[in-house]
């Protein structure tokens, strides 16, 4: 009798404009849930608030102040917010797509150097506070991204983003840092929860970002195992 192993994780997929037969961007992402776990289909209308919004987590207590304007957008929250919103994906009306997140693990050193916040951001609030308020992939990359450095974030993920025009894919490491790759046009990736960024050139701002801080955080605690500094490696330099 050959012994076998039930697997339960998540895996996302990303396609570049001239990769897929008629000219579509694509993102993809199952979710390592339980089978009765159902999901809502949810559109949210464009709104004008009179004040602004204050987002707070049902889960860890993150909490934060939202634009008076809301575009509008679909999300796929859960059946209940008892652990979170986790809308986990969803397209807006500037055609901006989303989906939030591919589960990933920053090292021990990392995490001595820069630890996890607790009551900093998670995947379950991701869809919710940025998807409603960009107008491009790259908007909602840096949006996140200054949320992630100034209110640290509860764990490392991955986060798909996609425009009419752009795929991208960002991941973060420790508690306040990030980068993110744009695909190519002609590639397609496929990513299981582990970090797969790996080489960043920072004198491409056009195919990579980052956060603004963390080639001095790298530097200051000596964790680039390539001490030539020559590369950096998101990968082995954040991973587990």
């Not at 009419?164 to 695909?183: L, Q, S």
């Not at 960024?197 to 956060?211: A, G, K, L, T, Y």
Request: net charge negative.
């Amino acid at each position: 009798m050959i012994p076998f192993k039930n697997f339960s994780a998540c895996t996302s997929m990303i396609v570049g404009k001239n990769a897929s037969i008629d000219g579509s961007i694509m993102i993809a992402r199952n979710e390592d849930s339980k089978s009765s776990w159902p999901k809502n289909y949810v559109i949210h209308p464009r709104k004008e608030f009179t004040s602004e919004q204050i987002f707070k987590s049902p889960d860890n207590g993150f909490q934060i102040n939202l634009p008076k304007t809301r575009f509008k957008y679909s999300g796929t929250p859960e059946w209940t917010d008892k652990f979170g919103v986790f809308e986990e994906n969803g397209i807006n009306e500037y055609g901006v797509a989303m989906s939030a997140t591919e589960s990933t693990y920053s090292n021990d050193l990392v995490l001595g150097a820069d630890p996890l916040v607790k009551n900093g951001i998670g995947e379950e609030a991701m869809i919710t506070i940025v998807l409603p308020y960009v107008k491009t992939a790259r908007q909602a990359i840096q949006r996140l991204g200054d949320i992630i450095e100034y209110y640290g974030t509860d764990e490392s993920n991955g986060i798909l983003f996609a425009d009419k025009n752009e795929a991208w894919y960002m991941e973060t490491g420790g508690g306040h840092n990030w980068v993110a790759v744009r695909i190519p046009d002609d590639d397609y990736v496929v990513i299981a929860n582990q970090s797969a960024i790996e080489e960043v050139d920072f004198s491409d701002p056009n195919n990579f970002m980052w956060s603004r801080n963390i080639q001095n955080f790298v530097e200051t605690n000596n964790l680039n195992p390539d001490k030539t500094g020559k590369t950096f490696n998101f990968r082995h330099i954040f991973a587990s």
